[in-house]
């Protein structure tokens, strides 16, 4: 569809809904908010879990030109829980499901020149629309918090294209499909299809249609395409792919584009295949959630939290635990080839017959919208940790099947000897022994079959050891190596088609499921996206070649434990040299117990100083291939030197709402960071941007992290962060922003 402007600015929101909000009222009463925004903004722990349960009102007027012979459609692509639609007092309709976009025709209650919008959001987190019903592992929020976007159409108008296509080798034939809204009478159109890579043309294909009243899908004639380069993980090679419905003139009546790629995936019982190679899947589950505002963040943060997985920790895989997430994260997955395992929505619970309608409803707005990314590789049609309902899940699998057969299914289980509907068998594998060192059921004592299946380990570890940001080196330390055996037993068997580890980064949650603060510390990263120890074993797994890794899970210290030693260091150096104090220096080489790692931790064990003699600090060097390539020293007298500040970005867009992540890390004279200092800092900010947030923010595990959004008043100019600590060695710092105009409607 052709987009005619962002809605996305200019709201304004009251807390309630008043039947005399639909037809008018005094509108000014109510906040100015932009979207993607938050019912209500909570404090970082120790909140009541129903303090976003409402019901509330968004209102918005609009321009409109003449609309003799257009469509006026309106597209809301996240509201979290459910609304009803009114424009200018007229209802247009209502939607259930916190993640599934909706589009309305709003063409009969419309007017040229002035119109006014109003939504009826409800945010509690009602029983009839998943993943609701009983206790959930994450926070529901509430709010208008993806795009918001107005079409105005000809009379016949894509409403998605499903660029279909089959691939012998790297040979592709296209099949698209397209599925068109159209009003007035039957008629005959040219439907032009066409592929781009990196600008130039590749294929084009015309096709004469036949275009019916009503809403309809029309599979177009298959065209060869010839030779294509894959997308792979490796080299995510992208397409842009058009579909143009002409008259006979040769006059555009609607334009649909979008990128698409090529790959084929193939499951076996020995392993996933994509493009016929077997591909070990390692990722990480990923909530979409964020500190004090949930999920109301826009496209530089989702984007981040992809560049993160991938960059950062080199993981080929994320599940979007548990419900369909942002376009701008699944874009930004195409681009850097990390693959996704996306689910409909759910936690635990089946309910009625109206709550089943929504499953439905979720699962045709997963397949058909997200059709198109080539990331996506598994779609999840099990609601997760249900137990077993074959009526449902067999309905669910026939269904998206019968919109996508070109990729595997799977669903998530928390029990043993499930029934097998899908084409993957996902467990969540918590078990170990005491001590952690004996992880993983066998593919057949989690299946409970001795056939053997494609076998996925959906979850593991995050949830038998949760870790705080400030807990003990020694819990942080065997957090990573539980990460390390987990893995390596992954990787040293083909029953396992891969594992995915529980969980990036730490939520908000329900009281049943949290350290009674509402924080769930299951995650690799913090709630900020600040690395514990755990993340650097992932991403100590990458090639040094783009960039080496040296992180002791040690404050290098004789500390509290008075011995040093032993300690893992997560590195993916050949070998390092290690020097404790006055002790001798020492060469440690990778462990041999984590078998299948590219590169396993190294075990620091010796230490020739006694206790009781003074400590004179410490030195670790990382070597690749005979070449020293990452040093850390360490103080015989460690003190706080510096606090680094780290913006994400220094140029935002100010037409629209942009945020950027800020992280503050408290440093000793050798640049370590001081994992047990607790200082605040104070945040205040001047220029055309707000803290998202308090304005005094606590470290934890040494860091202390935020992020900032522009005003979106559509003013270019600088903008400034200024940061203070009540320690007077500590100069305050101001970081500049600089704010651009992305030249997007709004």
């Known amino acids: 569809m052709q987009k005619y402007c962002n809605l996305n600015l200019g709201w304004r929101f009251k807390e309630g809904f008043k039947e005399e909000y639909i037809t008018g009222g005094n509108d000014e009463e109510g906040r100015l908010v932009n979207v993607p925004h938050t019912v209500k903004e909570i404090p970082y722990d120790c909140f009541d879990q129903t303090m976003t349960c409402m019901v509330s009102t968004y209102i918005r007027s609009f321009r409109l030109p003449d609309m003799e012979g257009k469509r006026a459609l309106v597209s809301f692509e996240g509201v979290s829980a459910c609304y009803d639609l009114y424009i200018n007092g007229h209802k247009a309709g209502s939607h259930k499901g916190a993640y599934s976009m909706a589009l309305f025709d709003i063409t009969e209650y419309v007017t040229a020149g002035g119109n006014r919008m109003v939504l009826c959001v409800d945010s509690h987190e009602r029983s009839d629309i998943p993943p609701n019903g009983s206790t959930v592992d994450f926070l529901i929020y509430g709010g208008i918090y993806r795009d918001v976007t107005l079409y105005i159409q000809e009379g016949t108008y894509v409403k998605q294209a499903l660029f279909r296509y089959s691939l012998d080798h790297e040979t592709a034939v296209m099949e698209p499909e397209l599925l068109i809204g159209s009003h007035g009478p039957k008629r005959e159109l040219w439907a032009v299809t066409s592929l781009q890579k990196d600008g130039a043309p590749v294929w084009e294909n015309r096709q004469k249609i036949q275009v019916s009243p009503g809403t309809g899908s029309i599979s ?32 555009c009546v609607d334009r649909y584009q979008t990128r698409i790629g090529f790959r084929t995936i193939r499951v076996e019982p020995d392993g996933f295949y994509l493009n016929g190679k077997r591909t070990k899947l390692i990722g990480l589950n990923r909530h979409q959630s964020y500190p004090y505002v949930g999920y109301a963040m826009g496209r530089r943060a989702q984007e981040k939290d992809a560049l993160l997985l991938k960059e950062f920790m080199g993981l080929n895989m994320v599940r979007c635990s548990h419900y369909m997430q942002s376009r701008y994260f699944l874009d930004k997955c195409d681009e850097l080839g990390l693959m996704v395992f996306e689910e409909i929505p759910g936690w635990g619970y089946i309910g009625d017959e109206e709550f089943k309608k929504i499953v439905f409803q979720d699962l045709e707005n997963m397949v058909l919208g997200h059709f198109n990314h080539p990331g996506i590789v598994i779609w999840g049609t099990r609601l997760n940790e249900t137990t077993d309902h074959d009526g449902l899940y067999q309905e669910t699998n026939r269904r998206c099947k019968a919109m996508d057969s070109s990729r595997p299914t799977t669903g998530v289980r928390w029990e043993t000897g499930s029934h097998l509907i899908e084409d993957i068998y996902s467990y969540n594998d918590y078990s170990e022994d005491d001590k952690g060192e004996h992880m993983l059921l066998t593919a057949h004592q989690a299946t409970g079959s001795t056939k053997r299946m494609p076998y996925l380990v959906s979850e593991h570890t995050g949830a038998v050891l949760p870790t705080k940001p400030v807990d003990s080196e020694e819990r942080q330390e065997e957090f990573a190596i539980r990460h390390a055996r987990a893995m390596s037993k992954i990787m040293t068997s083909d029953q396992y088609l891969g594992g995915l580890g529980w969980c990036m980064f730490d939520y908000n949650t329900h009281n049943d499921h949290n350290s009674v603060n509402k924080v769930c510390y299951h995650g690799v990263l913090d709630m900020f996206r600040v690395p514990k120890w755990a993340a650097y074993l992932y991403a100590s797994q990458k090639s040094p070649d783009k960039g080496a890794v040296l992180v002791p899970c040690s404050m290098v210290g ?24 006055n002790d001798i220096t020492r060469t440690y080489y990778p462990s041999i117990k984590f078998p299948g790692l590219a590169h396993p931790p190294v075990l620091v064990t010796e230490n020739g100083e006694f206790w009781q003699h003074r400590w004179t600090g410490a030195r670790i060097v990382g070597y690749v291939g005979g070449q020293a390539v990452a040093e850390k020293r360490y103080s015989d007298n460690p003190r ?9 970005d220094t140029v935002l867009y100010n037409d629209q709402v942009d945020e950027t992540r800020v992280v503050c890390t408290f440093m000793d004279e050798f640049g370590n960071r001081l994992y047990h200092h607790m200082e605040a800092v104070s945040v205040s900010v001047s220029g055309d941007i707000e803290l998202i947030g308090p304005s005094l923010i606590p470290s934890m595990g040494g860091c202390a992290a935020f992020w900032v959004r522009t005003c979106a008043s559509g003013t270019r100019g600088t903008a400034g962060i200024h940061i203070h600590t009540s320690r007077p060695e500590i100069d305050g710092q101001t970081v500049t922003i600089r704010l651009e105009l992305s030249g997007q409607e709004g």
């Open 220 to 251: 177009l004639e298959p065209g060869h395409v010839g030779q294509v380069a894959l997308w792979q993980p490796e080299d995510p090679q992208l397409y842009q792919a058009s579909v143009e419905l002409q008259d006979e003139d040769g006059r």
């Open 558 to 581: 004789r500390g509290e434990r008075c011995e040093p030693v032993p300690f893992y260091v997560l590195t993916n150096c050949d070998y390092i040299e290690v020097t404790l104090s």
């Open 640 to 648: 706080l030197s510096q606090l680094l500040v780290q913006p994400d």
